[in-house]
T-cell receptor, first 115, second 112 residues
Framework: SAVISQKPSRDICQRGTSLTIQCQVD?????MFWYRQQPGQSLTLIAT?????????ESGFVIDKFPISRPNLTFSTLTVSNMSPEDSSIYLC????????????FGEGSRLTVL | AQSVSQHNHHVILSEAASLELGCNYS??????LFWYVQYPGQHLQLLLK??????LVKGIKGFEAEFIKSKFSFNLRKPSVQWSDTAEYFC??????????FGDGTTLTVKP
């Protein structure tokens, strides 16, 4: 298993500002994923972050809006840039336990409210 | 692209009732199937998974799920629910590309 810590756990932000979410894992992992869970909706994959390479973004998500860093095998950040109320959501960091089992471990999420 | 459909958005049961949550997916290739659960105030965690072999898989807390390939389904069941099963349940599909796609989730409320 993997233990994932995210910071901040929640924040209230003003429109037009940016916020960086940190994700720390207690073990080295190859693949890290960033998901968004909007109110009343399911998890939507934003991007896959691999150490040493650019993040791979899903359709509808772009690097300018959601820049991601992955400086090492235990840490990643997601920035939500130029926020609008539509960005109010829970942002989740997750990792795969191993490629053979494929299950995901999640952090507790970062709940962002944009006013 | 793969997609996952959960039929029930909100289910309300009394304790000891039986539970079945429907999940269908669309993807033509090999998939791994998962059910995740999120208890109130907690993070998402794995309930059970299917990779290969016996299509009936058992998970934690008495849950089980059956993979029916011909129906592209992976329904979750529990013969007798408890109040502590109140949570949100997500079905997910993982393809060879390594990405997981989630259903919209089902909120289960168990009345004591």
């Amino acid at each position: 298993s993997a233990v994932i810590s995210q910071k901040p756990s929640r924040d209230i932000c003003q429109r037009g500002t940016s916020l960086t979410i940190q994700c720390q894992v207690d073990s080295q992992v190859t693949m890290m994923f960033w998901y968004r869970q909007q109110p009343g909706q399911s998890l939507t994959l934003i991007a896959t972050a691999n150490q040493g390479s650019e993040a791979t973004y899903e359709s509808g998500f772009v690097i300018d809006k959601f820049p991601i860093s992955r400086p090492n095998l235990t840490f990643s950040t997601l920035t939500v840039s130029n926020m609008s109320p539509e960005d109010s959501s829970i942002y989740l960091c997750s990792v795969v336990s191993s490629l053979n089992t494929g299950e995901l471990f999640f952090g507790e999420g970062s709940r962002l409210t944009v006013l | 692209a793969q997609s996952v459909s959960q039929h029930n958005h909100h289910v309300i049961l009394s304790e000891a009732a039986s539970l079945e949550l429907g999940c269908n997916y669309s993807y033509g290739g090999t998939v791994n199937l998962f059910w995740y659960v999120q208890y109130p105030g907690q993070h998402l965690q794995l309930l059970l998974k299917y990779f290969s072999g016996d299509p009936l898989v058992k998970g934690i807390k008495g849950f089980e799920a059956e993979f029916i390939k011909s129906k592209f389904s992976f329904n979750l069941r529990k013969p007798s629910v408890q109040w502590s099963d109140t949570a949100e349940y997500f079905c997910a599909v993982r393809t060879n590309a390594g990405k997981s796609t989630f259903g919209d989730g089902t909120t289960l409320t168990v009345k004591p």
